[in-house]
Nanobody, 123 residues
């Protein structure tokens, strides 16, 4: 069974950057597509980005396209989300999730989830 642990969240000023990490254990990361999601207080969970198992294809939601970059290192069992030009609206708990089938922005299609890491964008 795959376990995921996010890290790298914190407080950042508008316009700043953060790099989130998702560490995998318990199974072979290369078997899974990985998605990044976020959930702000009072809002539904939002799919942000996804990377297929080989890393060759990535997708981004319009809300983060051009600002966020997803990447992975299967040998290190790590997935990353580089977040630039952060805005207050990016404030949320960020989650990584694993899916054995394909990239998707639908949270119900993911089998394994991390515990989340808080990102707060504020001056």
């Amino acid at each position: 069974q795959l376990q995921l642990v996010e890290s790298g969240g914190g407080l950042v000023q508008p316009g700043g950057s953060l790099r989130l990490s998702c560490a995998a254990s318990g199974s072979t990361l290369a078997y899974y597509a990985i998605g990044w999601f976020r959930q702000a207080p009072g809002k539904e969970r939002e799919g942000l980005s996804c990377i297929i198992s080989s890393g060759g294809i990535t997708n981004y939601a319009d809300s983060v396209k051009g600002r966020f970059t997803i990447s992975r290192d299967n040998a290190k069992k790590m997935v990353y989300l580089q977040m630039n030009s952060l805005k207050p609206d990016d404030t949320a708990v960020y989650y990584c999730a694993a899916n054995r089938l394909m990239c998707s922005y639908y949270d119900y299609e993911y089998d394994y989830w991390g515990q989340g890491t808080q990102v707060t964008v504020s001056s």
